[in-house]
């Protein structure tokens, strides 16, 4: 038997590329248009971003609790967050979880050490790089990181919530991304890690200069795994 997966949705895009990935890599392992039974939810963006601007991360951790009742309700047996940012209240109670939790930055350090890489960029919100989500997790596996600049940061985190959440994957953007990733290359990194859900429907291998590491995809893909093998 294949288990049901759970999403635990915060934003749309990012949810929506998790969503394709499921489906669409599920037929490779299961057959012609078959995937796991899979079920979302979401409280809407906004609600999260009132705890997240305030610093109240035990709530944003009881907002996933939430979601993932409900989809312990309909059936799902794991679960997954596509929301890096949103992990930082996942880490406050993934212990109270009602289903056996997929863990984003765990495994993106796991696809990290897998392929060699030792010094990683990290992209995503504000919240994100400067927050303990991936440095706890990279150091576990004896991985380095670095942050872009103070400015870099702003304006990461500014494209991220005017634009690609929204929609609006546009060339100023990419053009921006890259620099910062050029930059990151030339300071001694070996790899950019796409950590906000969104990154990776505007830059990919083919538009960077360092290898990408797609937390999208690549926590679908551990759920898929999981699936099955379970």
Same mark, same amino acid.
Request: proline share 5%; hydrophobic share 45%; with cysteine.
């Given at each position: 038997?294949?288990?049901?997966?759970?999403?635990?949705?915060?934003?749309?895009?990012?949810?929506?590329?998790?969503?394709?990935?499921?489906?669409?890599?599920?037929?490779?392992?299961?057959?012609?248009?078959?995937?796991?039974?899979?079920?979302?939810?979401?409280?809407?963006?906004?609600?999260?971003?009132?705890?997240?601007?305030?610093?109240?991360?035990?709530?944003?951790?009881?907002?996933?609790?939430?979601?993932?009742?409900?989809?312990?309700?309909?059936?799902?047996?794991?679960?997954?967050?596509?929301?890096?940012?949103?992990?930082?209240?996942? &880490?406050?109670?993934?212990?109270?979880?009602? +289903?056996?939790?997929?863990? *984003?930055?765990?495994?993106? #350090?796991?696809? =990290? @050490?897998?392929?060699?890489?030792?010094?990683?960029?990290?992209?995503?919100?504000?919240?994100?790089?400067?927050?303990?989500?991936?440095?706890?997790?990279?150091?576990?596996?004896?991985?380095?990181?670095?942050?872009?600049?103070?400015?870099?940061?702003?304006?990461?985190?500014?494209?991220?919530?005017?634009?690609?959440?929204?929609?609006?994957?546009?060339?100023?953007?990419?053009?921006?991304?890259?620099?910062?990733?050029?930059?990151?290359?030339?300071?001694?990194?070996?790899?950019?890690?796409?950590?906000?859900?969104?990154?990776?429907?505007?830059?990919? &291998?083919?538009?960077?200069?360092?290898?990408? +590491?797609?937390?999208?995809? *690549?926590?679908?893909?551990? #759920?898929?795994? =999981? @699936?099955?093998?379970?």
């Amino acid at each position: 038997m294949v288990k049901h997966i759970g999403v635990v949705a915060v934003s749309a895009e990012g949810a929506s590329l998790c969503y394709r990935t499921l489906c669409l890599e599920g037929a490779a392992l299961l057959g012609p248009h078959a995937h796991p039974e899979i079920t979302m939810h979401t409280y809407p963006l906004a609600e999260y971003m009132t705890h997240i601007d305030a610093g109240k991360w035990d709530e944003v951790g009881e907002m996933l609790l939430s979601s993932a009742e409900k989809l312990r309700k309909a059936g799902a047996e794991l679960l997954i967050c596509p929301d890096n940012t949103a992990h930082e209240g996942l &880490d406050l109670v993934r212990d109270r979880a009602p +289903l056996p939790w997929l863990h *984003i930055a765990e495994e993106v #350090a796991a696809v =990290a @050490a897998e392929r060699g890489f030792r010094r990683l960029l990290i992209l995503g919100t504000r919240y994100l790089m400067e927050g303990p989500v991936y440095p706890t997790k990279l150091r576990a596996r004896g991985i380095e990181y670095q942050l872009p600049g103070a400015e870099a940061r702003q304006e990461i985190n500014r494209v991220i919530f005017d634009e690609l959440v929204c929609g609006r994957f546009e060339e100023p953007a990419r053009a921006y991304y890259k620099q910062v990733i050029d930059e990151a290359r030339a300071r001694g990194c070996d790899a950019a890690v796409l950590g906000c859900t969104e990154i990776p429907l505007l830059i990919s &291998d083919a538009d960077s200069s360092l290898p990408t +590491l797609d937390s999208t995809r *690549i926590l679908a893909r551990a #759920a898929l795994r =999981a @699936a099955i093998r379970d």
